[in-house]
């Protein structure tokens, strides 16, 4: 029977998606739950299973394509009498962002350039895609590559953006010379301004256009204002370099600034209850539940990973549950409900070495709380001047939720709270 495959929901809140790589073509052969085709939302990017075993018909929908949930995207002519229900099994691999700045759970040296802050995780997460410079590699790809024994630089992407797909990695197999990667480093996904070359016109990918349409609805839908205090890390600092290396070596991950941070994030949420909300038409919705997004950084733009019931984690879970996260995001296989029901978000733009940033609220959120990197500065101490690690902490927040005393009041809370920090603080 023919059978159409339509576009999936790919989250409660999605709507449309774009077709990124086919990795079918018309005349192949599937099996059930054969991957057909890479879909990009705003949420996620996803490969969509083939309902059923037959043989792909007809293509309907061309790479870059953006559709409404539900519309067809391809025929497939199966022996099967009817379509069995999609399932929902699998994990969806997620590569997409909310927010305009970058965070980790790294922290560079004090004054350390961008440059060096940036740098890639120490330990690769397991799973981790593709060498650096092929760009997104979905898991089918990577373990049909791992399978066969094939380096994926040496393979030319003919998808979507220039990704590698089933095909291309099948293609290299058989020896066809169209497969083999040119000599020049490959770039996927929309090169950077940056390095563009005067008056080059760079086609939005559908990462940066999500992003741009929802930093647009972000500005046009919340009255944004921000205010910003200076936090003295000592304490924090001190905690840090005395359990380090135990920590490391009972957890299993670093003890960087964040987790602290995390942990009086949740504690001022908890003091003031009207910043862990959102805005509807005709009332103010307060959350029960603290759920601690992270900005993170990925190769071709940003995710947030959500930490579920944040406040219910100590200070060593809150960094393990991090790590895990951040990892998974940038290996390309976090899940949907990663980074779905935030409630609030923390953004570490300090890994990236900057001193002062204001952020762009994670919509439907009341705000967003950026920690920038700690550097030695002369503060008055009493009746002296002494140097000491401070670091900015700015928050951007929804004036239509709250004022500038509730703002004042959150910042007031996280920066006492880190004040407070010291050796004998409990990290378990």
Avoid at 188 to 199: E, K, L, M, Q, R
Avoid at 285 to 309: F, Q, T, Y
């Amino acid at each position: 029977m023919a059978i159409t495959v339509t576009m999936p929901q790919l989250g409660e809140s999605v709507t449309e998606g774009t077709i990124g790589s086919w990795l079918v073509h018309p005349g192949q052969q599937v099996e059930k739950f054969d991957s057909l085709v890479e879909v990009v939302t705003d949420k996620v990017t996803a490969e969509v299973p083939s309902p059923a075993a037959g043989t792909v018909v007809e293509i309907l929908a061309p790479e870059g394509e953006r559709l409404s949930v539900g519309q067809p995207i391809c025929t497939l002519d199966s022996p099967e009498e009817e379509q069995p229900p999609p399932d929902d099994s699998e994990p969806m691999p997620v590569v997409s962002p909310s927010v305009p700045a970058v965070a980790s759970d790294e922290e560079p040296a004090p004054g350390a350039p961008p440059e060096v802050a940036a740098a890639e995780p120490r330990t690769p997460a397991e799973g981790a895609p593709s060498p650096k410079g092929l760009g997104f590699i979905s898991p089918a790809v990577r373990q049909l590559a791992d399978e066969k024994g094939v380096d994926l630089s040496q393979v030319r992407g003919t998808g979507f953006e220039g990704r590698i797909t089933k095909r291309d990695v099948l293609l290299y197999l058989e020896g066809t010379p169209a497969a083999a990667a040119p000599t020049a480093p490959r770039l996927s996904g929309a090169p950077s301004p940056a390095v563009a070359a005067p008056g080059e016109r760079i086609t939005l990918s559908p990462m940066r256009r999500s992003i741009a349409e929802h930093m647009v609805r972000s500005r046009h839908t919340s009255p944004h204002a921000w205010t910003m205090v200076e936090v003295d890390m000592s304490g924090v600092r001190r905690a840090r370099d005395a359990q380090r290396e135990q920590f490391r070596a009972t957890t299993g991950v670093e003890l960087s600034y964040l987790p602290f941070a995390m942990q009086a994030t949740c504690l001022a949420l908890r003091a003031v209850p009207t910043m862990n909300a959102s805005f509807e038409e005709e009332a103010i919705v307060v959350h029960r539940e603290v759920n601690l997004g992270l900005a993170v950084s990925v190769p071709d733009g940003l995710i947030v990973p959500v930490v579920k019931n944040a406040d219910r984690y100590s200070i060593a879970g809150l960094a393990r549950a991090a790590s895990e996260l951040i990892a998974r995001a940038r290996a390309g296989t976090a899940r949907l409900e990663d980074v779905e029901g935030g409630t609030f978000t923390l953004n570490n733009a300090g890994a990236l070495g900057t001193v002062l940033s204001q952020a762009i609220i994670n919509q439907p959120q009341a705000g967003i709380l950026v920690m920038d990197a700690v550097v030695p500065r002369p503060v008055v101490v009493g009746d002296a001047i002494a140097i000491r690690p401070i670091m900015n902490l700015t928050l951007s927040f929804d004036h239509r939720i709250n004022d500038g005393s509730a703002a004042a009041r959150l910042l007031g809370a996280v920066k006492s709270w880190l004040e407070s920090v010291g050796p004998e603080t409990p990290l378990y």
